[in-house]
């Protein structure tokens, strides 16, 4: 049976999210650029949530540009940058119903890419299939700390008492706000680790790694991680028989 076949469609996550990894290794191993790995991964993000929003799954975030990756060579940067504005068509979003939105600090992107992604957002803001979320100049510890000074603007202004500030605060003060926690996240590439992504909605979040270099991970690839996701027990806390209900 094929992976898709084996998916439960009762059971698809609501938000699944993806460090895409690899780029650079993938076009290095075929004696190429790494940019040629940046271009063929853009490419394969476009299929990926196209598939993804056939699945069924309402929220798709794919990590693209850390904070961190700021300090890259100048030209890997600048080559990033054309990419992304490169990949903001209006046609693919509208054809497929798909909403796009942009969490990170747009403001250290250039004017005219700043407006080409409020353009977008706002022309696909009632498109419902899905939503592509691209985290771009993001990291999760720029996000609390902007989160962090909004809240104590709140209190500094009145608005807020330090006693009323819980979880939920901060959860509304991220970047996310708009979206429920990934159930799923992926990271292709071979690295097991977060790299500043989604630290504080990830909390109870399902990983899944593969070695897989982002520019191979096709619509099987994402079949066999949503089966993968689907056999694991979510216990948030609990005992195994709690979440059974066999007490
Ligand atoms: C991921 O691929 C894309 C970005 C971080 C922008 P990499 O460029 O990190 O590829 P590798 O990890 O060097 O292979
Ligand atoms: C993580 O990849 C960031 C993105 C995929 C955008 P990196 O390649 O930057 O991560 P590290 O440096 O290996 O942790
Ligand atoms: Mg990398």
Known sequence: MSYKEQIDMTRVP???????DGNGRWAQAQGQERSFGHSAGADRMH?????????????????AFSTENWSRPEAEVNYL???????????????????FTIIGDISRLPEHQQNACRQLMERTKNNDASCMVVAFSYSTRWEMQRAVRLIAEEVQEGKLKPEDITAETIDQHLMTNFMPEPELLVRTGGEERLSNFLLWQSAYTELYFTD?????????????????????????????????GKV
């Open 14 to 20: 609501k938000h699944v999210a993806f460090i895409m």
């Open 47 to 63: 299929d990926i949530m196209t598939c993804g929003a056939r699945l069924g799954i309402k929220y798709m975030t794919y990590y």
């Open 81 to 99: 940058l054309d990419l992304m504005l490169k990949h903001l068509e209006e046609e693919i979003f509208v054809k497929n119903n798909i909403r």
């Open 212 to 244: 897989t270099y982002w520019p191979d991970f096709d619509e099987e690839c994402l079949y066999k991680a949503v089966v993968d996701y689907q056999h694991r027990q979510r216990r948030f806390g609990k005992t195994g028989e709690q979440v059974t």
